[in-house]
T-cell receptor, first 113, second 113 residues
Framework: EADIYQTPRYLVIGTGKKITLECSQT?????MYWYQQDPGMELHLIHY???????EKGDLSSESTVSRIRTEHFPLTLESARPSHTSQYLC????????????FGPGTRLTVL | DAKTTQPPSMDCAEGRAANLPCNHS???????VYWYRQIHSQGPQYIIH???NNETNEMASLIITEDRKSSTLILPHATLRDTAVYYC??????????????FGTGTRLTVIP
């Protein structure tokens, strides 16, 4: 069983609020990822990291930012939430030599009113 | 990444084998076949991967044709908990740049009691 955790699982928040979605993994994986997925739609990569102090933007443009200060922790922040940010956010990680065997967290379902 | 084609949906009786096909006729020599599944509202789950030999693990078996242009994921004794969307992904194992796993639309497998 993969040891990757996301909090909160569900979040309902008003427009303009700052939010941070937490993601932690205990597998010692160097690579971590954030995906965004709308209901019934495809996953889109929004951020990824090769390791500590490494962050890159993914294929889908996002107003969110990420940080990687510790190997196990990869939080995602929205400075000012808007209704267009309503979606499910999925965090994943993988070992250094295996980009494609990614372990996913349970996701955070965000609703911005 | 090579393009994959999967049927949009399939049904399978509980306890029977579920055989999920995937066509990847443009696969190149260094590309592996990966299978993931996503149960409703949860994060994707890695199932299995292979290059050219058939593979088996505790979850499933993967049969790859000799010309590698198609493969079949086999769940030997499907249960109701196997109801999910199954994604076939073809990708080089070590890929630089963005590590986006393109999940596509997959096959929605429904296991019927």
């Amino acid at each position: 069983e993969a040891d990757i955790y996301q909090t909160p699982r569900y979040l309902v928040i008003g427009t303009g609020k700052k939010i941070t979605l937490e993601c932690s993994q205990t597998m010692g994986h160097d690579k971590m990822y954030w995906y965004q997925q709308d209901p019934g739609m495809e996953l889109h990569l929004i951020h990824y990291s090769y390791g500590v102090n490494s962050t890159e933007k993914g294929d889908l443009s996002s107003e969110s930012t990420v940080s990687r200060i510790r190997t196990e922790h990869f939080p995602l922040t929205l400075e000012s939430a808007r209704p267009s940010h309503t979606s499910q956010y999925l965090c994943a990680s993988s070992e250094s030599d295996s980009y494609n065997e990614q372990f996913f967290g349970p996701g955070t379902r965000l609703t911005v009113l | 990444d090579a393009k994959t084609t999967q049927p949009p949906s399939m049904d399978c009786a509980e306890g029977r084998a579920a055989n999920l096909p995937c066509n990847h006729s443009t696969i190149s020599g260094n590309e592996y076949v990966y299978w993931y599944r996503q149960i409703h509202s949860q994060g994707p789950q890695y199932i299995i991967h292979g290059l050219k030999n058939n593979e088996t693990n505790e979850m499933a078996s993967l049969i790859i044709t000799e010309d590698r242009k198609s493969s079949t994921l086999i769940l030997p004794h499907a249960t109701l908990r196997d109801t999910a969307v199954y994604y076939c992904i073809v990708r080089a194992r070590f890929q630089t740049g963005a590590n986006n796993l393109f999940f596509g639309t997959g096959t929605r497998l429904t296991v019927i009691p």
